[in-house]
């Protein structure tokens, strides 16, 4: 799946060469890039990253840049906006819950399931009112509409973010349960692959 959205990239940015359509190219290539950039850091801070992982921020940035934004999917598709919203959100909630299971797991700290799902949680929805605060600043200062139907559109927004929160945190909870799942089993390739960070030498 990773290497199928990096042809699909490539794909795009050589038709949009070919076309003429340049912006294509550019945002193609530059997608492109920021997929690169996960592996390039994880190497850098001696961070192992599961597969599953980096072909899900991959996925993640065609959805965004690539079909969003030059496929104006965001404008063809209503709930095109909610499923990256929510899966941008679980995303979140399974970093807050790697997080919290680092200073559980390396005992720099005690906490219970729940509290690491809390506070998991806590993590992916304030991610999520940044960026909306973020995106009413844009708009502000220069005019931009990124918020679409103001109120109304960030309400919306904070929804689905709570939403995906909560089943990205309930993960954290289900793995230190011991349950499985497909996002479960995301965390244990996480921990398996990255057993020192977790107190595991």
């Excluded at 199928?4 to 190219?25: M, N, R």
């Excluded at 690491?116 to 509409?145: P, S």
């Excluded at 919306?156 to 954290?172: E, N, P, T």
Aim: charged residues 15%.
């Amino acid at each position: 799946m990773l290497y199928l959205t990096w042809i699909i990239l490539i794909g795009a940015a050589v038709l949009g060469f070919v076309t003429d359509e340049f912006s294509v190219t550019f945002v193609g290539v530059g997608t492109l890039l920021l997929t690169l950039v996960p592996i390039w850091l994880g190497e850098k801070v001696g961070v192992r990253l599961p597969t599953a992982f980096v072909t899900a921020i991959a996925a993640f940035l065609c959805a965004t840049l690539l079909l969003g934004e030059v496929g104006d999917f965001y404008e063809r598709y209503w709930w095109w906006d909610v499923v990256l919203h929510g899966g941008s959100a679980v995303a979140f909630g399974l970093v807050g819950s790697l997080l919290m299971l680092m200073l559980v797991k390396g005992e720099r700290l005690k906490a219970a399931p729940i509290t690491v799902a809390f506070f998991a949680f806590c993590f992916a929805v304030m991610i999520g009112a940044l960026w909306e605060i973020w995106e009413f600043t844009l708009d502000q200062l220069f005019g931009l509409n990124t918020q679409k139907s103001g109120l109304v559109d960030t309400m919306w927004d904070l929804i689905v973010d709570a939403i995906g929160a909560l089943i990205g945190a309930s993960a954290g909870w289900a793995y230190l349960k011991g349950r499985h799942g497909p996002l479960v089993e995301g965390i244990r390739a996480f921990v398996d692959k990255n057993r020192r960070l977790f107190g595991d030498d």
